[in-house]
């Protein structure tokens, strides 16, 4: 996995597989204030690199202030299993993943969270590729699940 944390210690960008392969063990005592965390780029999580992000999320310093842009498919999928994913930080905005049922083609645009109050809409278009109208590629309620906690609202 890559991850790349910019001189002034403000922005880390998360690129590639999450693994027990990461070593996040370094990092904490790099990170202070507001740091906006990229996830865009982690194309997938195991079991064991939850266990490795778990740790690295609970020792982060109290003055460390995560929040998470652009958060891949991924990453969404385990923010809305493992409560403690993020421990204290904050969801800014997540990508969305779309189909096309006429080519095939996808698209996962980012959405930030004031546009996913309302919910997901379930078409989007048009494709690039074919024109046609793209459709959402997960179940919007289960998708959205991890909002609830971001809003501060129960989970039902």
Known sequence: MGCALSADGRRLTLTGPLTEQVDFSALP??????????????????????????????????????????????????????????GDGRVESICVPYLCPGCGASEEPVMNLEQLEAGLPLTRGPCATCGASLELDVPPDDYLAFLARELGEPLI
């Open 29 to 86: 005592e790099r990170l202070d204030g507001d740091v906006r965390v990229d996830a865009s780029g982690i194309s997938r999580i195991t079991s064991a690199g939850v266990v490795e992000w778990v740790a690295f999320i609970t020792h982060l310093p109290a003055s460390a202030r995560l929040r998470f842009e652009a958060c891949s498919v991924a990453f969404v999928n385990q923010l809305n299993t493992v409560r403690s994913f993020i």
